[in-house]
């Protein structure tokens, strides 16, 4: 069975400090993962993704996470926020195998100081 | 022009009243899903399905119903709302192609459900 655990509900980070949300996942085959981003009032755009290519996975807006099968983790950086990048962050595994089934994380909400 | 749209944006209604939302996709994807989304507990899946003839159960399917009326259409149906179904659903679409958007969901831009 496939789960997601995003280890912080909240981060709050100084602009311009680096970002860093943690996920960890469960599955039973290789798995596609994913970060998702939600904006206040807005529907889920993809950040990045991995789908068994290269580990180190560089998505939109200077954010890039990288797929460690050892700690079976997944977390997502970004080397200096921005005010804009204040949001909602999902982790998601999905296995191909079972047809593409999305499990999201709970979320975690970041928040940039200015 | 958005790829996967979803009517109505807002919606308030009664305990006990039936409710439709639906979903539409320009995408040409063949899996489409319903999701609900509540604070702290990220998105749900409600059903899902792989095409017209292909409907399953989620993990949260009770007291919902669906309808896939076409490969470009997917309808949500509460037959009689309760307040805790009052959430954000969002409808979504994916494509089993070997294409360079295999594995990724499409997101529609949710519509937010109030139950009195």
């Known amino acids: 069975a496939q789960s997601v655990t995003q280890l912080d509900s909240h981060v709050s980070v100084s602009e311009g400090t680096p970002v860093l949300l943690r996920c960890n996942y469960s599955?039973?085959?290789?798995?596609?993962l994913f970060w998702y981003v939600q904006h206040p009032n807005k529907g889920l755009q993809l950040l990045l993704k991995?789908?068994?290519?290269?580990?180190l996975v560089k998505g939109i807006n200077g954010f890039e996470a990288e797929f460690k099968k050892s700690e079976t983790s997944f977390h997502l950086t970004k080397p200096s926020a921005h005010m804009s990048d204040a949001a909602e962050y999902f982790c998601?595994?999905?296995?191909?195998?079972?047809?593409?089934?999305?499990?999201f994380g709970t979320g975690t909400s970041l928040t940039v100081i200015p | 022009d958005a790829d996967v749209t979803q009517t109505p944006r807002n919606r308030i209604t009664k305990t006990g009243k039936r409710i439709m939302l639906e979903c539409s996709q320009t995408?040409?994807?063949?899996?489409m899903y319903w999701y609900r989304q509540d604070p702290g507990l990220g998105l749900r899946l409600i059903y899902y399905?792989?095409?017209?003839?292909?409907?399953n159960k989620g993990e949260i399917s009770d007291g919902y119903s669906v309808s896939r009326q076409a490969q470009a259409k997917f309808s949500l149906s509460l037959e009689s709302a309760i307040p805790n179904q009052t959430a954000l659903y969002f409808c979504?679409?994916?494509?089993?192609?070997?294409?360079?958007?295999?594995?990724?969901?499409?997101f529609g831009p949710g519509t937010r459900l109030t139950v009195l």
């Open positions: 399905s792989f095409d017209v003839k292909d409907i």
């Open positions: 991995y789908t068994s290519a290269a580990t």
């Open positions: 979504a679409t994916s494509d089993r192609s070997g294409t360079s958007e295999r594995n990724e969901q499409f």
């Open positions: 995408k040409g994807h063949d899996r």
């Open positions: 599955s039973s085959y290789s798995p596609s």
């Open positions: 998601v595994v999905s296995d191909p195998n079972t047809g593409n089934q999305f499990y």
